[in-house]
């Protein structure tokens, strides 16, 4: 379990953590989620002490700078390339390894359970950004540790890795691990989280299972499709429900519960030929729920103005 108590971090007049408090279960993937600039690679260094800041957090009851062999109970990745640029793949991890008494042979296991077997004696410089990603991996793991924090560990993979990184890291989480991971790829994250923790400009917004948080932040619909559904929707608005057209014709339900419009639809006589609900995504929850904590928000591209006579580009 990982326990985090009032985080907090100040840079002069700006709040960048302010006073975080949540959970982290083992046994679960539990997603780091907020906009940029909202305080997620600040908080996961506050955890592990390497930021100055308030509050404090516990790893199975213990601070991070308590543990004796920290390795063995804590794996972290917080940046792309933390290693040496001179030094070879495999070295890099037998320094670390050497100081956490952990053998060569650990060393060799996990560069080959991350795909670097064939690259270990190249110096990590040369390696792309996901090499680089993979590398950070194994150093995470080569304590074999019970809590992994990763912050942002699929930048840079193609899809091939971004599908390996899923099952690795649901896999360790079924073997009762604790697992903390940020990622900006909601689509990844909706298939590989159970629990989430979202913030936005250092404050908590949200912390639960992932259902409950696109519940929350968004509304389901019910879609109804059929040759005369147009005549359902009087019916369906006096029932309460908001009624939209769809683009192909169907009926947009919301407000109103599927079996309620389908028991509906029967009392009306009305054939259906599609009666299904929809719910909206991580994505689309996201974004109701941090819209307004935005920290740098783009704005629209200025169209071109022609000049009388003339066109856009002369």
Do not use: C
């Amino acid at each position: 379990m990982i326990t985090a108590k009032g985080l907090y971090k100040r840079y002069r007049n700006t709040v960048a953590v302010d006073h975080l408090s949540f959970d982290v279960k083992p046994g679960v993937v539990t997603g780091f989620l907020g906009p940029n600039g909202s305080g997620k690679s600040t908080t996961m260094r506050l955890m592990l002490g390497l930021d100055y800041g308030g509050g404090e957090t516990l790893f199975d009851g213990q601070a991070f700078d308590s543990i004796r062999r920290p390795m063995n109970e804590v794996g972290a990745l917080l940046e792309a390339k933390p290693f040496h640029p001179t030094r070879s793949a495999r070295n890099h991890l037998r320094m670390l390894a050497a100081a956490n008494r952990i053998s060569d042979a650990r060393v060799d296991e996990v560069m080959e359970f991350v795909g670097l077997g064939e690259v270990r004696r190249k110096k990590p410089k040369g390696y792309s950004l996901g090499m680089a990603q993979r590398l950070g991996l194994a150093q995470a793991l080569l304590g074999d540790p019970k809590i992994l924090l990763l912050d942002e560990p699929t930048n840079g993979l193609d899809p091939h890795g971004i599908h390996w990184m899923r099952d690795v890291l649901k896999r360790l989480a079924s073997e009762g691990r604790t697992i903390f991971v940020s990622s900006h790829l909601l689509s990844e994250m909706q298939l590989m989280a159970d629990e989430l923790v979202v913030i936005g400009r250092g404050t908590m917004i949200f912390n639960g299972d992932v259902a409950t948080f696109v519940r929350e932040f968004t509304q389901s619909t019910v879609v109804v499709r059929g040759p005369e559904v147009a005549g359902l929707s009087a019916a369906l608005e006096a029932a309460g429900a908001s009624v939209a057209a769809g683009p192909t014709g169907e009926l947009v339900v919301s407000d109103l519960e599927l079996d309620k419009v389908g028991h509906l639809a029967f009392t009306e006589g009305v054939e259906l030929h599609e009666l299904s609900s929809r719910s909206a995504s991580l994505e689309e929850a996201f974004m109701s729920a941090t819209g307004s904590s935005e920290q740098f928000v783009a704005q629209e591209p200025v169209q071109p103005i022609a000049q009388e006579g003339g066109t856009a580009d002369e």
